[in-house]
């Protein structure tokens, strides 16, 4: 995992979801690739997805369940877990995470 990401263009204006419980900001990369950079707070949410995503956690800790799956999955900084697209995701977090959303 990478510590910094350079040459790059971030929008200003955050993403906002779930009432402020998931914060986070866009990030644009030079070869077209996008990647969201945020945080989300200690809460129970349900996240859609359209294009599969790898979840990076850089601190925190949460459980989550794949749409489909019946277990639940522990995670926490310096893990990552990926999504299917079109799909969904149930997240617990236990600790605010800091994550970084790549999308594949």
């Avoid at 800790?61 to 489909?68: E, F, L, S, T």
């Amino acid at each position: 995992m990478t510590t910094q990401f350079d040459q790059v263009s971030v929008i200003k204006q955050a993403n906002i979801y779930f009432d402020g419980k998931c914060v986070s900001h866009t990030v644009l990369f030079a070869d077209g690739s996008k990647k969201t950079i945020g945080v989300i707070f200690p809460s129970s949410l349900v996240f859609n997805t359209g294009a599969a995503e790898i979840m990076e956690l850089n601190a925190g800790k949460c459980r989550i369940r794949i749409n489909g799956e019946q277990a639940w999955a522990s995670y926490e900084g310096g893990q990552q877990f990926t999504v299917p697209a079109n799909s969904s995701f149930d997240i617990e977090t236990l600790e605010t995470l800091d994550y970084v959303c790549h999308f594949i």
